[in-house]
């Protein structure tokens, strides 16, 4: 049986996202990061979409409770989809 670090490489993040692709949060990989996360919107179960990219990848911005939240690319990463 996989251990749940291995389960959550093979799953996709908001980093992963392709611009105005759409995906429901699943949970939140860091514990230090995830407050911060809550409380600007990222909730298991809430969908958001990557609305842009800069120039050179990082940072992003994500549409959220239709509000726009810019996030470093470390950070996106941190926020897991449901498959």
Known sequence: MRNRVEEH????SVRDL???E???ICCLQDAEMALKL???????GTEVKLNSRAP????ITIIV???TLSLRLDEAETILLKK
């Open 18 to 20: 392709k611009l105005g």
């Open 65 to 67: 409770n239709d509000y």
């Open 9 to 12: 490489k093979e799953q996709k």
């Open 38 to 44: 809550l409380e600007m919107g990222c909730i298991p």
């Open 56 to 59: 050179f990848g990082d940072p």
């Open 22 to 24: 759409r995906g429901v």
